[in-house]
């Protein structure tokens, strides 16, 4: 089995630091080069043009809800209105009816006590008539 060489500790660390160096230079080498910003420009890029189209999709999405929501107001407001009319109309028809049946039944009522009149008058003229008959004495 091989063996590593002795080395002191200053060595050991020394050579550790120019690995980090190395590595360090490398990384910074790497972070330095174009092509490498050229594609971060480029994702940037897409990945706003990608935001831009959510935001204009929603932003459809919004207005198609802004517009459905203002077609159903316009529906419910002309139900409303409709609503209105045809309780306007029955109130003004139960209100005729009403009225028309209120004639009926004092025409009726009148009718009716016109009956009675002339009913009691009747009988007033036959308990007079029989009071006059009675008083001449033809009785039987």
């Known amino acids: 089995m091989a063996r590593f060489r002795d080395t002191d500790l200053q060595d050991r660390k020394s ?3 120019a ?3 190395a590595l360090l230079e490398k990384f910074k080498t790497a972070v330095a080069d174009p092509a490498l910003e050229e594609r971060r420009a480029a994702l940037e890029a897409e990945r706003l043009a990608r935001k831009a189209e959510r935001d204009a999709i929603r932003a459809k ?3 198609e809800a802004a ?3 203002r077609i159903a107001a316009e529906a419910a407001e002309k139900a409303r209105i409709e609503a209105e009319a045809i309780a306007a109309r029955e109130a003004a ?8 049946e ?5 025409a009726a009522d009148a009718a009716l006590k016109a009956e009675q ?4 008058d009747a009988r007033y003229a036959a308990r007079k008539a029989a009071k006059k008959a009675r008083r001449k004495g033809d009785m039987y």
Request: hydrophobic share 35%.
């Open 61 to 63: 999405r919004e207005a």
């Open 102 to 106: 209120a004639e009926e039944r004092a």
């Open 15 to 17: 050579n550790a630091d």
């Open 19 to 21: 690995a980090k160096k």
């Open 117 to 120: 009149k002339a009913a009691r």
């Open 67 to 69: 517009e459905k929501a």
């Open 93 to 100: 028809e139960r209100a005729e009816r009403e009225a028309r």
